[in-house]
């Protein structure tokens, strides 16, 4: 079945250090790509998405950029701030299809 | 302000004492789903609906059900709970997850559950 899988954390790092989170998926097709985020005590937000091969997703300084070849869609940040620390979910689901199926979340915590 | 709204945000029960957690959306979206969140396994759904009166199981249906009589409520009831169904909940809606229209979801606040 279709599946997400996430680099393990949990991540630490300091302000203005680079954010890489690895995201590689299993699927049989094309599917739409997501990243969401979680901050303390909150539900999930929408970070950014793509739809197609190729495309870009970006908000708030991170991008993403859906890969077909290798089926992967990494999140990535120039410079992280003490904000951005929150578990982040990559996630895809298919057209015509109403199920989001999210990898396990990774844990990032940034540190002044 | 466009949201989902989860109620209760906590929530301690006793195992077989029937409950209901109540999710309401303002935003006229079709499509509205239940999640579970346990660590380790990301996020689980529960049951979906596209429309009122349509709903489907996702991958963890068991001991659980919805109802869609209205577009904007979708309660997810728990019959007989039982510990293992102490999780972090989430309501979503969505305008659309098809093909290129595809605007993911937004999520309700979340729901600690915790069975004894």
């Known amino acids: 079945g279709d599946s997400v899988t996430q680099m393990e954390g949990p991540v630490t790092l300091s302000e203005e250090a680079f954010l890489t989170i690895n995201c590689t998926y299993t699927?049989?097709?094309?599917?739409?790509l997501f990243w969401y985020v979680q901050y303390p005590g909150e539900g999930l937000q929408l970070l950014l998405k793509?739809?197609?091969?190729?495309d870009k997703g970006s908000n708030k300084g991170f991008e993403a950029t859906y890969r077909k070849e290798t089926t992967s869609f990494h999140l990535e940040k120039g410079s992280v701030q003490v904000s951005d620390s929150a578990v982040y979910f990559c996630?895809?689901?298919?057209?015509?299809?109403?199920?989001?199926?999210f990898g396990a979340g990774t844990t990032v915590t940034v540190r002044a | 302000e466009a949201q989902v709204t989860q109620n209760p945000r906590y929530l301690i029960t006793v195992t077989g004492k029937k409950l209901t957690v109540t999710c309401s959306q303002n935003?006229?979206?079709?499509?509205m789903s239940w999640y579970r969140q346990d660590p380790g396994l990301g996020l689980r759904q529960i049951y979906y609906?596209?429309?009122?009166?349509?709903?489907d199981k996702g991958d963890v249906p068991e001991g659980y059900k919805v109802s869609r009589k209205e577009k904007r409520n979708f309660p997810l009831i728990l019959e007989s709970p039982s510990p293992n169904q102490t999780s972090l909940y989430f309501c979503?809606?969505?305008?659309?997850?098809?093909?290129?229209?595809?605007?993911?979801?937004?999520f309700g606040s979340g729901t600690r559950l915790t069975v004894v």
């Open positions: 609906s596209m429309n009122v009166e349509v709903t």
């Open positions: 979503a809606s969505s305008l659309s997850v098809g093909g290129r229209t595809n605007y993911g979801y937004t």
């Open positions: 699927a049989t097709g094309y599917p739409s």
């Open positions: 935003m006229n979206h079709e499509y």
């Open positions: 996630a895809l689901s298919f057209r015509f299809d109403y199920k989001l199926s």
């Open positions: 793509a739809t197609k091969a190729d």
